[in-house]
């Protein structure tokens, strides 16, 4: 018997839908791009890494700004996605990579920055995966994790894991802010800044990208139908099952 784990469940779940992630508007545009390009502006010697990178639009963003970009992914579905387009916009300083995020193959101290965008919430061990990278970064090096956040509020975190879990099996966890700032603090970096920002997930893509079962599909819509005021009230619940979510972008160094 064959026992799948959680990395072969996050590898079958992305690569029949690498395409489908490359004309997601939630993944191509959002604010947290822009403020990561102008984060990145004046660092043009900047190695980048990027982790859990998927259909690239984070490295697409910023490889015009830095030296060089490496996108690194469980996926080779989605990297062939990443330098396919990479290579159609002109981003010849776009390499990709596959590999695990807790175990990266890559040496001591190679990379100025890791960023890493809505990838962290199906990593098996975060803490692991922050050690790594704390390793691959020089002296300084800078630390921008991007993510969909938990509220923290007990009744709101477990509405958004179950949503979360019913339309994608890969889902791990989403963390509150909380739970960053313990976590990186953890793996030995200084956070530098944290801020919020909120995202409207409409729900029709949301569940075509994950290409979600019909049985599941119809327990969210209970689910929702089912929800307290209060947890419709916060996540600004629609008819059509669209809501909002926390999303969190965290800056952290390396001191030595």
């Not at 890559?106 to 922050?130: M, N």
């Not at 790594?132 to 991007?146: D, F, H, N, Q, S």
Request: glycine residues 6%; proline residues 2%.
């Amino acid at each position: 018997m064959t026992t799948r784990t959680h990395h072969d469940s996050i590898d079958k779940q992305f690569s029949s839908q690498a395409s489908a992630y490359l004309t997601s508007a939630v993944h191509a545009v959002g604010r947290d791009l822009q403020h990561l390009k102008e984060r990145l502006a004046a660092l043009s010697y900047a190695r980048v890494l990027d982790l859990g990178c998927g259909a690239g639009h984070a490295s697409f963003a910023i490889a015009g700004q830095v030296a060089q970009v490496t996108a690194y992914d469980l996926s080779n579905q989605m990297l062939d996605v990443v330098a396919k387009a990479a290579q159609e916009r002109g981003l010849h300083n776009i390499t990709t990579q596959q590999g695990y995020v807790e175990r990266l193959p890559f040496a001591d101290e190679s990379f100025d920055v890791v960023i890493s965008r809505y990838s962290a919430h199906h990593w098996h061990d975060v803490g692991q995966a922050l050690r790594e990278t704390k390793r691959v970064l020089k002296p300084g090096g800078i630390l921008i994790m991007m993510d969909v956040m938990s509220p923290g509020h007990p009744i709101r975190d477990i509405w958004l894991q179950t949503v979360e879990a019913l339309r994608d099996t890969s889902h791990v966890r989403n963390y509150a802010g909380g739970e960053w700032l313990a976590l990186v603090n953890e793996a030995g970096f200084i956070t530098n800044r944290l801020t919020t920002d909120r995202l409207v997930l409409e729900f029709d893509s949301w569940i075509a990208r994950m290409r979600t079962p019909e049985p599941l599909r119809k327990a969210i819509r209970l689910y929702q139908e089912s929800a307290s005021q209060e947890v419709k009230n916060y996540f600004e619940l629609q008819e059509d099952g669209s809501f909002t979510s926390d999303i969190i972008m965290l800056e952290a160094h390396k001191t030595a």
